[in-house]
């Protein structure tokens, strides 16, 4: 089992910055690819970015690309979604997931999930 915890969510103005951080528990997070999703209220969990377990891999959505950069640090089992020129539409609640396999950007193919840290842009 793999335990994620997120942090760093909060309220930023529109233009700003901001950065999120997914824990994770064990001594095998080197092996699992890692996403962050986000799910704005009335809307499905939408894919954002995704990583592959040594990093050399990221994929992002159109609509974040460019402006966001996720990253890794094995070694301290953590992972991080930087996110810079927010916009309104960035708003939601962003969650970090982990497969030790999978390399997709459907949410149903992770099997471990965080439970969701706050991100709000504001005018």
């Known amino acids: 089992q793999v335990q994620l915890v997120e942090s760093g969510g909060g309220l930023v103005q529109a233009g700003g910055s901001l950065r999120l951080s997914c824990a994770a528990s064990?001594?095998?997070?080197?092996?699992?690819?890692v996403a962050w999703f986000r799910q704005a209220p009335g809307k499905e969990r939408e894919f954002v970015a995704k990583i592959s377990p040594s990093g050399g891999s990221v994929y992002y959505t159109d609509s974040v690309r460019g402006r966001f950069t996720i990253s890794r640090d094995n070694a301290k089992n953590t992972m991080y979604l930087q996110m810079n020129s927010l916009k309104l539409e960035d708003t939601a609640v962003y969650y970090c997931a982990a497969d030790r396999t999978s390399f997709t950007a459907a949410p149903t193919d992770y099997s471990y999930w965080g439970q969701g840290t706050q991100v709000t842009v504001s005018s």
């Open positions: 064990g001594r095998t997070f080197s092996t699992y690819t």
